[in-house]
């Protein structure tokens, strides 16, 4: 035990060391913020919700010079924003909220989540019509390495109408510590333990773009959640690209190929722990 001291597409994008430059991340807690900030071209939110702790979110800038394959947008975290700010020196980083979990999450995890913190928003594509929904993501978490299958399996999902898009590629296996690390799908997975890159997390999961081919004419829901998984502590987050959330794949990074998700339906549906 410790001490406290979708279908996706992804990108072959060039992990950056750091630089003079770092990774800047500002506390935000207003949802429509956080929402504008992720926002692209042909697509309307509205009726956004925030459920979260003071400081488990933000806005983020400096992303490419600190290893990651994305410079800015928007960070949820199951403890502290900032936290993930480098430079990795701290095996245990954490804060515990004191948050509730969250039940979708506790279903795609297998067990009890806490300090969640979830975005929500209804969208819709502009012109009345149904259309394409893409946004690029990164996770991070402080439970890589020392504490992959061992019970506390931080967790996050997508939920396009309530149903869950974040799924390691070409699997239905929902993305978390244990399913992405340096033994189970390791070619998406960056190790940070030996501190290389500038920033806190002990490891983070190379750039992969949610693709959502053909919803339906109407408003939709969009929900974005993460939490601990099993205890309070060791932070996890997940970095949402800016201006990423539309009806096309951003340019700055190379067109995914096309994935069509069916039979999820989405096209009809509009305790502290003590280290041994």
């Not at 913020?33 to 925030?50: C, F, H, Q, R, W």
């Not at 490891?203 to 829901?221: D, P, R, V």
Request: aromatic share 10%.
């Amino acid at each position: 035990m410790k001490l406290l001291s979708i279908s996706t597409t992804v990108f072959a994008g060039l992990i950056l060391s750091a630089t003079a430059q770092a990774l800047v991340i500002t506390p935000e807690n207003n949802g429509t913020t956080l929402a504008n900030t992720i926002l692209g071209s042909g697509i309307t939110v509205s009726n956004v919700t925030y459920s979260g702790a003071n400081g488990a979110s933000g806005s983020f800038t400096g992303g490419n010079s600190s290893g990651l394959d994305i410079d800015k947008g928007i960070v949820l975290s199951s403890g502290q924003a900032v936290t993930a700010q480098g430079p990795n020196n701290n095996t245990g980083a954490t804060t515990n909220n004191g948050f509730a979990g969250y039940a979708p999450l506790d279903v795609l995890a297998s067990a009890t989540t806490h300090d969640s913190t979830v975005l929500g928003f209804d969208f819709e594509f502009d012109g009345g019509a149904g259309g394409d929904l893409f946004f690029n993501f990164i996770f991070g978490s402080e439970e890589y390495l020392e504490w992959v299958n061992k019970g506390f399996n931080d967790v996050f999902g997508f939920f396009v109408d309530g149903v869950n898009t974040a799924f390691v590629p070409s699997t239905t296996t929902p993305i978390s510590v244990d399913n992405i690390n340096t033994t189970t799908n390791s070619s998406l997975f960056v190790d940070n333990t030996a501190g290389i890159h500038n920033t806190q997390m002990d490891g983070f999961t190379k750039a992969m773009q949610i693709n959502l081919k053909g919803l339906s004419t109407g408003k939709h829901t969009m929900e974005f959640a993460i939490a601990d998984t099993g205890d309070f502590i060791l932070d996890s987050w997940i970095f949402i690209e800016a201006d990423s959330f539309s009806n096309v794949p951003t340019n700055t990074v190379p067109e995914p190929s096309s994935l069509i998700l069916l039979g999820l339906g989405l096209l009809s549906l509009g305790f502290a722990r003590k280290k041994l």
